[in-house]
């Protein structure tokens, strides 16, 4: 029995779904651990194209349990569309389960997303809107409405009766519309009753999964840059995307956790505000937005682009425990006739080579080495020795640099398009 935890290394956006696509044709279980559908996942196989927010990207395999763990916050009309998607086309939800300790994302926590987000004028966070962080925020209140919650009408709505006059005086502080309690609980029971039989404790399940062997991955949302603890916050996710969140937000021990694949993009994306030291604005993000297709699965938004972070990189190696990288979009730099690796940021007159806060991190200019593009395309590599020397040696150089082997290489969206080294 192997626990792996599948993490992004960055700020997101890494291909972390493609990852555990791949591993979870072997394994008994796929735990998503933490976040809500602020992110997407993207998988390409042979059942089509997916972009996942809240079902685990094990979905795929109908041997594998597929679970939204407790750490999770659960938008009920977002997670049903999606599963009316998956269902469409022909995918089997009989193995998907939804732990009855993950809060609920209620429709005044997208309300008031939006309307404190507009209220922050021009120090906006760059949040979504879809209500992550005001759910968040109840349930460290101890003001959070559950999953088990939808199955218990008296109990919701007291649960929700207790909650609404702070709601309705904070909606009202910024001009918005009260939220009545009958209608909204009368909405939140429907959800109860549409997800109703999925609804579980999920703690049995995850431990005999570990007690009978079997392999189970976690699947986080995000990467350590947008992690509320270890971030450039506060233009962060609301909880713990790192390796250590999937021990609370998945039901497990911390000894159990024997893998961590960290997810590495080829180069630097970032969607939302905040500090991003190697962000570009010239010809080369253009090439980088354009070939890789670099636009939120969420939100359509188009991401920031840069260089590959290398100060970023050992920083989120050492905080999960690596052992192994997943690089991905490899084939989006073929072309380019050089390609830079940020090695140190200068701040002020010193250079640093470690993540310093979020405020020295916003005055930090890249100090850049540089190394030789390749002109081969790279998508029909299935070796290592495919790959042209260039980009052998870039890569030799991301894993010295994180002080991790390289496990797997993306050339491509595609399954078969995964160098496992």
Known sequence: MTVTAVVGAQWGDEGKGRIVDYLAQDVGMVIRFQGGDNAGHTVVNEHGTFRLHLVPSGIFNPNTACIIGPGTVIHPPALLDEMTELATAGISLDNLWISERAHVVMPYHRML???????RGGAQIGTTKRG??????????????RMGDLRRPGYLADRIGLALPRINRTIA?????????????????????ALDGRIVDTTPMVRAALTEGRDVLLEG??????????????????SNPIAGGGFAGAGLPPRAIERVVGVVKAYCTAVGAGPFPTELHDDVAEHLRGVGQEYGATTGRPRRCGWLDGVALPYAAWLNGFTGLAITKLDVLDGLPELKICVGYRIGDEIVRSVPDTYNMGRADP????????????????????????????????????ATPLQYISVGPGREQLIVL
Request: charged share 25%; hydrophobic share 35%; net charge negative.
């Open 367 to 402: 100090v850049y080495e540089s190394w030789p593009g390749w002109r081969e395309e790279t998508r029909h590599c299935r070796r290592w020795n495919d790959l042209p020397q260039a980009a052998r040696a870039y890569l030799d150089r991301i894993s010295e640099i994180a």
């Open 221 to 238: 949302q995000l990467g350590i840059m947008r992690d509320i603890d270890w971030g450039t916050y506060p233009y962060v996710t609301s």
């Open 113 to 119: 997303d939006g309307l404190e987000e507009s209220a």
């Open 173 to 193: 502080h910024f001009g918005g519309e009260e939220v009545e309690l009958y209608g909204l609980a009368r909405q939140a029971m429907g959800w109860g009753n």
């Open 132 to 145: 992550i962080g005001p759910a968040y925020a109840d349930k460290a209140a101890r003001a959070g409405i």
